[in-house]
């Protein structure tokens, strides 16, 4: 009989392995008790299958790893600086490269720069820091994300697109108030899904007109891309390096973590095209990150972050990487398991309030799951949902959103199919447990960014 299907492996043998623990159930109830619920405060050692983050969690290369002897730690000046600037300038076109240490120090920094006290910014759908930075510049976040993003089980091929509608209405309703629109490819909180080539364009004509800019949050561009190439019309063969650079050019200049598709431990930047917006930035980043040619970062780290690029860009690389979270998810759907559809390009989303309805969301139900998820097997999930969307900063009353989420998220290059087999069996268990799994209350809430260090107790 013919094969119905060939597999396909991963573009990559391993040169170095690094051992993780097995934990008994009554190690990880310990564990879990002591981080008060919140994975975030869990010890790495404790944990089996870390799928917290993508962030800076990404297996280097071996040419990434012989790129760090080659560090250049000069103060000021250093060989790999230029590299960067390079890679920046070629992959994705910006005139002007400004490192940070992060993704966030590149939010701060042009949100310091660019927004003014009454400032509104609209975005396709709102990220943990990058609106916390709007906000502390003294700006209002408007998410302006076509409906379907916030319905989980929506098929939308596109659901990182804009409203265009609310768009217009928001830039015309606010003259001269918007300093730019927050465009992210791919769009994390909707559970990594895509922006259209199309829909970026028709928000460029829009930018256009009421003469301001849109700011890139590049983060997961590569992933964006690979989603273009399968699903938009036109865009079919075509390299992720040529996806990448024409959304690039729809925008005025991005934030970028390379600790996501760069494929580094460490490390950010901000990309712009307009002159006069660099020096402002280039001047403050020496108060906030370091000299304008290290911004926070090591010379290896820069030189690895200039690799990565490169490596990110290729088609092999992204087909695996958003592949293996394809077959994750297409596991749990196979069971029957509610995540957000379709699958994202970085992590499967467990929808949490269908996962768990005897739950109110006023219990954090997707903070209860994840704790659940990492008691049954050591697999470390997180949360986004209520705790994550935290407070409205004017009224200070919490934000409960539709989407009530846990995300299982992939690390690039660094877990196996055997891993995600387990991952996949650890939530069916959890799922066929459900109704034991009871909601938590919060014992512990910090101000800024609650969901990384809060702490929860469950309730009887
Ligand atoms: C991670 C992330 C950031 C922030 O980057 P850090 O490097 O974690 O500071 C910003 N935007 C998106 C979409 C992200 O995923």
Redesign the pocket.
């Known amino acids: 009989m013919p094969l119905t299907r060939r597999s396909w492996a991963e573009p990559f043998k391993i040169k170095v392995v690094e051992p993780v623990r097995l934990t008994t159930p009554e190690q990880r109830a310990k564990a879990l008790e002591a981080a008060g619920y919140n994975t975030f405060l869990l010890r790495s050692r404790d944990v089996y299958i870390d799928l917290l983050t993508d ?2 969690t990404s297996a280097m290369s071996d040419r990434q790893w012989a790129g760090m002897m080659l560090g250049d730690e000069a103060y000021a000046g250093s060989e790999n600086y230029y590299h960067l600037e390079a890679a920046v300038q070629n992959a994705y076109g910006y005139k002007h490269v400004i490192p940070t240490h ?4 590149a ?1 701060h920094l042009l949100s310091r720069v660019l927004i003014k006290p009454g400032d509104i910014i609209p975005g396709n759908m709102y ?1 943990t ?2 609106r916390l930075h709007q906000e502390m510049a003294g700006g209002t976040f408007i998410d302006a994300v076509i409906p379907e993003a916030h319905d989980p089980a929506s098929t939308h091929p596109f659901k990182g697109n804009f409203d265009i509608d609310k768009l217009e209405r928001i830039l015309s309703e606010n003259p001269r108030r918007v300093p730019y629109i927050c465009a ?1 490819a791919t769009v ?1 909180m909707a559970g990594g899904q895509p922006i259209s080539l199309e829909n970026l364009t028709h928000v460029r004509e829009l930018a256009d007109r009421h003469k301001t800019r849109i700011i890139l ?1 590049a ?2 561009i590569a992933e964006n891309a690979y989603f273009l190439q399968q699903r938009e019309p036109g865009q079919k063969g075509r390299p992720i390096r040529a996806i990448v650079r024409d959304l690039a050019n729809l925008t005025d200049g991005c ?1 970028m ?1 390379a ?2 598709d760069p494929l580094a431990n460490i490390g ?1 930047f901000i990309g712009i095209n307009d002159d006069a917006v660099a020096e402002e930035i280039s001047n403050l980043v020496v108060v906030f990150e370091g000299l304008h040619t290290y911004g926070g970062m090591a010379g290896r780290d820069m030189e690895a972050v200039a690799i990565g690029i490169e490596e990110s860009l290729e088609d092999d690389h992204i087909r695996a990487r958003v592949g293996q979270v394809e077959y994750l998810g297409e596991k749990l759907l196979g069971w029957g398991i509610p995540i957000v559809l379709p699958i994202g390009g970085h992590g499967i989303y467990l929808d949490a309030k269908a996962f768990l309805p005897h739950i109110p969301q006023s219990q954090y139900p997707a903070q209860a799951l994840a704790a659940a998820l990492y008691l049954d097997s050591g697999v470390r999930a997180m949360e986004r949902g209520a705790v994550s969307a935290g407070r409205d900063p004017v009224s200070g009353v919490e934000r409960f959103p539709k989407l009530e989420l846990v995300r299982l998220t992939i690390p690039r290059r660094v877990y196996t199919q055997a891993h995600m087999d387990v991952t996949a069996e650890s939530v069916y268990c959890v799922y066929e447990e459900r109704h034991n799994v009871r909601g938590l209350k919060m014992t512990y809430e910090p101000r800024f960014l609650r969901f990384f260090q809060a702490r929860f107790a469950p309730i009887n």
């Open positions: 962030s800076g992060q993704g966030r120090g939010e990220f820091t990058t992210a994390n949050d983060t997961r934030t973590s600790k996501k950010g």
